[in-house]
T-cell receptor, first 113, second 116 residues
Framework: AQSVTQLDSQVPVFEEAPVELRCNYS??????LFWYVQYPNQGLQLLLK??????LVKGINGFEAEFNKSQTSFHLRKPSVHISDTAEYFC???????????FGTGTKLQVIP | GAGVSQSPSNKVTEKGKDVELRCDPI?????LYWYRQSLGQGLEFLIY????????KSGLPSDRFSAERTGGSVSTLTIQRTQQEDSAVYLC??????????????FGPGTRLTVL
């Protein structure tokens, strides 16, 4: 079985400061990892994904994430946040074999002016 | 091309009534997911389809909830005898195939259900 843990339910950060949103997963097989973003009153959209290859993945809006197999983590980072980054961020994992995608509980990023 | 669409966008109903929520996935996507998002809460998985089959219905909260998918395309989520706790945004997503690298989910805008 696969699972995702997002330990931080809320992360406040000042504008232009760096941020890291943590995601840990568990799976007994190869994994594919995703980060989605949900802006206020909107649906979810894909931010970035790791399928294979380079462990550092770059996404939209200056975000990046690093796949660390030994630590079973896929943390999301941005070197300098903007007010417009205020949103909820969801980590997700998918394995093979027609198993459904599993989402984490989400982390609300609050950027403070 | 067209994204995932859901209808209606908003639905207000009285307690005890039945409601049907519709999802049109992206053409060619074989996997379809239903989620529920209550106010201030994360995503709650309800059910997913691979083709017309539902390998996992474990997220349906009660037997008042059911879903079907016909022709490998449109899906309908039905809630019978609605209760106030059913009030939430119901999100639909589709992907090329469930499980694996092609399971990038594309979400619809959701249906906001309010049960009075």
């Amino acid at each position: 079985a696969q699972s995702v843990t997002q330990l931080d339910s809320q992360v406040p950060v000042f504008e232009e400061a760096p941020v890291e949103l943590r995601c840990n997963y568990s799976s007994s097989v190869s994994v594919y990892l995703f980060w989605y973003v949900q802006y206020p009153n909107q649906g979810l959209q894909l931010l970035l994904k790791y399928l294979s290859g380079s462990t550092l993945v770059k996404g939209i809006n200056g975000f990046e994430a690093e796949f660390n197999k030994s630590q079973t983590s896929f943390h999301l980072r941005k070197p300098s946040v903007h007010i417009s980054d205020t949103a909820e961020y969801f980590c997700a994992v998918s394995s093979g074999g027609y198993q459904k995608v599993t989402f984490g509980t989400g982390t609300k990023l609050q950027v403070i002016p | 091309g067209a994204g995932v669409s859901q209808s209606p966008s908003n639905k207000v109903t009285e307690k005890g009534k039945d409601v049907e929520l519709r999802c049109d996935p992206i053409s060619g996507h074989t996997a379809l997911y239903w989620y529920r998002q209550s106010l201030g809460q994360g995503l709650e998985f309800l059910i997913y389809f691979q083709g017309n089959s539902a390998p996992d219905k474990s997220g349906l909260p009660s037997d008042r909830f059911s879903a079907e998918r016909t022709g490998g395309s449109v899906s309908t989520l039905t809630i019978q005898r609605t209760q106030q706790e059913d009030s939430a945004v119901y999100l639909c997503a589709s992907s090329l195939r469930a499980g694996g690298p092609t399971d990038t989910q594309y979400f619809g805008p959701g249906t906001r259900l309010t049960v009075l």
